[in-house]
C-alpha cells in the first residue's frame, strides 16, 4: 500500500508514504549491512526491495500463491549467497583464500 501510494498525485500522501516506507527499509539495509560485504549492502538492500515490492504488486494483481512462492524462490539462492559470502568475511578464521574461492563460486552462479 505504501509503494502505490508513493505513486499518489497527493504531495502530503507521498510525503507520509516516504516516511512510513523509511524505517523498514533502513531496518532491512541494517540486517544486510550487518551479514554482507559492506561493497555489496546497497546492491543487495536494492535487489532484495525490488523483489518484495514486485512480489506485493503481482499479490495484488491476483496472481496466485504458488505462483508468488517460486518466484522468491528463484530470487532467494542469490541473496542467500550474498549474505553467506559477507559472513565469511567477518569470521576471522578463514583463510583468505577459502573466501576468494566462495566468491567466485558466488560471481559463478549468479552469472
Same mark, same amino acid.
Given at each position: 500500500m505504501v509503494t502505490e501510494t508513493l505513486q %499518489? !498525485? !497527493?504531495e502530503q500522501a507521498c510525503a507520509l508514504a516516504a516516511e512510513? %516506507?523509511?524505517e523498514p527499509r533502513d531496518q532491512i539495509r541494517s540486517y544486510i549491512a550487518a551479514h554482507a560485504p559492506k561493497s555489496e549492502v546497497d546492491r543487495i538492500t536494492d535487489?532484495?526491495?525490488l523483489n518484495l515490492r514486485g512480489l506485493s504488486a503481482y499479490a495484488r494483481l491476483g496472481d496466485t500463491q504458488k505462483k508468488l512462492n517460486d518466484c522468491a524462490?528463484? %530470487? @532467494?539462492p542469490p541473496l542467500k549467497e550474498?549474505?553467506?559470502? @559477507?559472513h565469511l568475511e567477518r569470521d576471522r578464521t578463514l583463510d583468505p583464500? $577459502? $573466501?576468494s574461492v566462495l566468491r567466485e563460486l558466488q560471481g559463478l552462479t549468479t552469472r
Open positions: %499518489a !498525485d !497527493d512510513q %516506507a523509511k535487489y532484495l526491495l524462490r528463484t %530470487a @532467494g550474498s549474505l553467506l559470502v @559477507g583464500l $577459502i $573466501i
